[in-house]
């Protein structure tokens, strides 16, 4: 029987793929790592244990092939069915037998991918709704999941880190960053400034024709800034008077 493969032919859907993939076995590899008694314990997301943070990944990866589903057959498969259904799938995971937290982490990967190699081509352009009501093409699903598979993974708090993504995944989520805050900003919130000291670019919600009097001017590495934009680690990054920023803005 001849290899099943991507039906994709678009070279960014492609790569953006590939990205997700390298993301999904990151996180695979340090759940891996953990013990099933570790399990208890707490995440780095406040309030969520390792438990709750693992079936979140897994149930995540099922409301993401809904849209996936959907792009496929042009019938609305809703991520969730009411407003409620992913607290209570989190709630109802957290309290899983650990061999059952790791059969729906790994099942549920498995079904997403299927189900981005089997989506024809003109499909990845077609609309699905977010959670958050946006409309986005099929094609933004895989970025959706790459944010959550390789943060996550720093969230398991068994030794991941913001600097063992790929350099090109750091980019991304700073443009990422910005892109959220701009549409979640509101009148009279302060600008934000991000200055990459390994880059060239500089990151900002508002245009120098703006203006930025006051902004929040934070330097550091590209992998140091993601830490801190994503609220995950304060280290490395200092704002522009050389003290240490706040928190970040609610991202994720």
Sequence with gaps: MPE????????????????????????ARKLNELRDDEFDAPSLLPGWSRRQLVAHVGFNARAVARLVEWARTGVETPMYDSDTQREEEIAFGGTLPVDALRNLAAHAAVHLNVEWRDLPPDAWSAEVRTAQGRLVP??????????????????LDNGGSVHDFPPELQV?????????????????????VLEPSDRAEIYRILTPEEGDAGALRVRGTTPDLVGWGIGRSRRGVVDVDGAEPGAAPTWL
């Design 172 to 192: 991304l989520l700073l443009e990422d960053l910005v892109r959220v805050w701009r549409r979640k900003r509101k009148p009279g919130d302060r600008d934000i």
């Design 4 to 27: 099943r493969t991507d039906l994709a032919t678009d070279e960014r859907v492609a790569a953006s793929l590939l990205l997700m993939r390298r993301g999904q076995a990151y996180w």
């Design 138 to 155: 099929a094609s933004e699903t895989v970025w959706m999941r790459t944010r959550e598979v390789w943060i996550h993974a720093v969230d």
